[in-house]
C-alpha cells in the first residue's frame, strides 16, 4: 500500500514539472509582497519588493479600487514612499533599480462595482473572489518569467485560500505566468486535509448556515476523488484546494474547476443542502473530472465539459452510486440538446451550452463507443484517459488536440479520438441517435422515461462495459484506501 502511494507521489511530482516552470530562484527576479487584510471595512492594503527587470503595472481599475499608490526607491538614496501619480518615470525606475511600491484596495467597492464573472471582486455567500489580476501589481509583459510570493494577514476571520502549488493558506508562492490561474478566495474559513492516495486534497469550508456538517462535506468530497481515481488507478493531481462556500439558497450551488499555477474547486453548499443530497450529488465528481483532464483552450472547451458531462454518470454508476437504468435514461433524454441547430457549425466554432456540454459528451460517447467497438473490446475511453494522466496531463496543464490524438491512439491504437474530432470540429454533424440507442440496446419509453435493454443488441455488450467498474492498473489495485 504504501509503495503504491509512493509511485504515484514520484510520478505526479515529474509530471508536474514537465508542466509547470522550475522555480529557479536563483536567476529569476522575485515579487515579494505583503499584504494585511481588514475583515471589517474590507480594505487591503498591499506592500510589494519590486525586482529590477520587469516593469510594473497596476491591474487595469475603472472604478477607483486601487488608491494611495505609492513608491520609493531602494538603496542607499532615500526610501521614502511618494505618490506614484507625481512621477511619471517610476515604472522605467522600478525596472531599472527594482522598487517598493505600497497601495490600498478597497475590496467592498470593487464587490458592489465590478461586474460579475468578468475576473473582478465578486461576493458568493460571504466568501470574496479576489483574482490577483484585480488587485495586484504584475509585469506590464504577462510572459514575463519570475516568482511572486505573497504573505497575507487578516488576522483570526479573514483569510486567504488560493490553489496554488505549495497550498499553505495566507501563503501564495507561484510562477508570475501563472499567478491568475487557480481561485484566489478571502474569507473566514474551516481547514479539513484529506491524505487520498498519496495526494493531497484541502479543503477549506467557509463558515456560515449549512444544513450538513463539515465531515459530510469531507466525505462527500472523497467520493468524488474515488470516483476519478476508480478511473485512474491513482488521483490525477499532488495537490487540490477545493473551497466550499456557505449559505445561499440552493442545494448544490455553481461550481467552477481552475487549472493552470494550481488546481482548485469552488463550489457552494447551501442551507437546504441534507446529507442524502451530498450522496446523490454529481457536481463533485463533474469537478473532479476536470481535475484529470487537460485545459483545451477556449475552442475545445467542449471536450472538456463533455467529458465530464459524459464520463460522470458511468463513473458513479461503476462504484455502485447510481443505476445504469439512469444513466441511459439521462443519456437519452439529454443528448440531443448536443445536436447541432440550425446555422450552427462544427463544435469548434458553435460556442453555446448545448453544444458544448451534451455536443461534447455526444463527441465522447461515439469516441468510446468507436474505440470499443474497432478494439472487439480491448480498449476504451478510460485507456485514453489513463494515459493522459501518465503523460502528465490534468488540469494545470496545457495540451492541445494533436497531443491529445497521438496520445489516444497510442493508448488504443485507433484513430476512432482523430477520426470523429476531423468530421465532428469544423462542421455540423448530427449523429443518428436513434440507431446508436437501438444498436446498444437502450429502448426508450418516451411516457415514463425510463429505458429498458436488449441484451440481443449488436452492441449490447459495450453497453454493459460502460457501467461495469473496469480493470484497474494493477499498481492501483494495492493504492487504494
Ligand atoms: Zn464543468
Known sequence: MRLASAIGVLALASGANAQIPALSSAVEPLVECRVWGDAASRVLIVDVAWPSGPRPRFPRDDSSVISNRMVARVGADGTALRPIEDDNEWANRCAREGCRLNYSVDVAKGITSDRRGEGGFEEKQGII???????????????????????????????????????????????????????????????????FLGARIDVAIGKGARGVGDDDIVRWVREGAQDVASLLGRFPISRLQVIVGPGGPYAIGSAVTMGMGGASIFVVVGERTGKADLVRDWVMTHEMLHVAFPSMGVRQRWMEEGLSTYMEPLLRARRGRYEPQRVWAEFVRAMPQGLPKAGDQGLDRTLTWGRRYWGGAMFWLHVDVEIRRRTEGARSLDDVLRAVFSAGGNVASRWDVSRLALVAESATGTTALEDIYAAWSDHAVAPDLAALWASLGVKSDKKSDQVTFDDLAPLAGIRKGLTVRASLPAVAASGFN
Open 129 to 195: 473572489m479576489a483574482p490577483l489580476m484585480r488587485w495586484l501589481v504584475r509585469p506590464e509583459d504577462r510572459r514575463a518569467r519570475g516568482r511572486l510570493q505573497l504573505d497575507f494577514n487578516g488576522g483570526r476571520n479573514f483569510e486567504l485560500v488560493s490553489g496554488g502549488i505549495d497550498g499553505r493558506v495566507n501563503h501564495i508562492d507561484t510562477d508570475l505566468v501563472v499567478m491568475d490561474g487557480p481561485h484566489v478566495v478571502l474569507g473566514d474559513f474551516t481547514h479539513k486535509n484529506l491524505d
